[in-house]
């Protein structure tokens, strides 16, 4: 009789939906399901909604064989009590117990961390970061998410909470970002951020193909929307994306000027969107970087693609993933 398959439900949690899927100890994709994150209503909204797109997977007959949960959110978590401290794109949710509900409700061993830690996990086991030691992950999607792999081990700092890269401010005297400081890259990068200076600009050229996909609607105008315009070739839409790209690459300088990876992989939904200006951010480092390897670091686009924190949310509980996460616990308190 064949042996059963290792498979993992992994759930990533964003400012504006959720994904989960079942996923096998290859790191493999079997099947997926999304629903609509309610974020700025009640806490049990907020679950209503992780536990709609799970409910959806485990429908799927293939699910008989899920052996475990894992779960990953943006923002500051406690993996070890499997507790989501705060997360600025997830307000419905303060000290909340997630990993506890989620157990309690499905009756499976469940997990929880950190997106961009977990995303750099799957790259760094499976994906684009495979056969390199030291690796900085970039998760660009609602906001913007950082892991950092340092000698084939996650770094999380004194605490854990290392890896906020997101929220490097890069303008002091630029907007207020929603976690209480000034001029992050997040307010300028991001998929929020793409939206909002899209909605500011429309106005200033009523023919843009942004505002023909969202029905004439200034309000209805998401990053989705602009790089959908792009593609069409929308003037407005490519400079748009083009001023994201150039605070990229001002803090990618810095990066790498403070760590010199080996390799930067970016992720994320609007990761693979902003794929096709790679090229242009390296030409930037020429003179934002005053690294002499800037120009040796690959710049490359996450193998998983906007599913790498779902990967690593699975690989929670997957054999290799947690030799991997206990590997970088171990390292961490050594310190």
Request: glycine share 12%; hydrophobic share 40%; proline share 3%.
């Amino acid at each position: 009789m064949p042996k059963a398959e290792h498979v993992v439900l992994g759930v990533d949690i964003g400012g504006t939906k959720v994904a989960a899927g079942l996923i096998n100890a290859a790191g493999e994709v079997l099947f997926t399901a999304r629903r609509r994150m309610l974020v700025n209503k009640s806490a049990e909204d907020g679950l209503r909604s992780v536990t709609e797109a799970i409910e959806a997977v485990l429908s799927s007959r293939r699910a008989r064989a899920v052996t475990g949960i894992g779960i990953s959110v943006p923002g500051w978590v406690d993996s070890q009590r499997g507790v989501l401290l705060s997360a600025t794109n997830l307000p419905c949710w303060r000290n909340y117990p997630l990993a506890e509900k989620i157990q309690q409700r499905y009756k499976l061993p469940t997990r929880l961390a950190n997106d961009a830690n977990v995303a750099a996990l799957a790259e760094a086991v499976w994906g684009a970061g495979v056969g390199y030691r030291n690796l900085f992950y970039v998760s660009l999607g609602t906001g913007i998410g950082t892991g950092l792999v340092l000698q084939d081990r996650l770094y999380y700092g004194r605490t854990g909470a290392a890896g906020e890269g997101g929220h490097m401010t890069i303008d002091f005297h630029g907007p207020q970002c929603a976690c209480g400081k000034r001029g992050c890259i997040e307010m300028y990068a991001s998929g929020s951020a793409i939206g909002a200076r899209a909605r500011h600009l429309v106005g200033h050229s009523p023919r843009t193909r942004i505002l023909e996909l969202a029905e004439g609607k200034t309000a209805a105008i998401t990053s989705e929307i602009v790089g959908r315009a792009a593609l069409d070739g929308d003037a407005l839409a490519n400079e748009i994306l083009r001023e994201a790209a150039d605070y990229l690459s001002i803090w990618l300088a810095d990066i790498i000027d403070l760590l010199e990876p080996e390799v930067i992989v970016i992720g994320g939904g609007l990761g693979e969107l902003m794929g096709s200006f790679f090229n242009y951010i390296r030409g930037r480092l020429e003179t934002s970087s005053i690294s002499p390897s800037r120009q040796q670091i690959p710049i490359l686009s996450a193998l998983y693609g906007a599913e790498s924190s779902l990967v690593g949310s699975a690989a929670l509980c997957l054999p290799r993933g947690q030799v991997w996460m206990e590997r970088s616990r171990k390292s961490a308190r050594a310190r």
